[in-house]
């Protein structure tokens, strides 16, 4: 399942330092399937309040109809 993904890709990020610790163990919040620029993409948003950065508690995961990984940005577009 794509939530299964997302929490891989999460974790990844985590551990790469490109996102801070408390992300980890964060849960999907919404799961959509969406118009992307090459088709449906599945956009996947964690929600993180102990986030440092007020401007980026939301990280947005996006995946191919799929499920393989697009991008993760803090704009979820």
């Known amino acids: ?21 408390s992300w980890q163990g ?3 919040d ?3 399937l969406v118009d992307g620029k090459k ?8 929600k993180n309040p102990a986030a440092t950065d007020k401007n980026k508690q939301t990280l947005f995961v996006f995946f191919s109809h799929p499920g393989n ?9």
Request: net charge positive.
């Open 30 to 32: 919404a799961v959509a």
């Open 1 to 21: 399942m794509v939530t299964d993904c997302a929490n891989k890709r999460r974790d990844a990020l985590v551990k790469a330092g490109k996102l801070e610790a």
């Open 39 to 46: 088709g449906k993409e599945w956009k996947v948003s964690f």
């Open 26 to 28: 964060t849960k999907p």
């Open 69 to 77: 990984f697009i991008a993760a940005n803090f704009t979820g577009e």
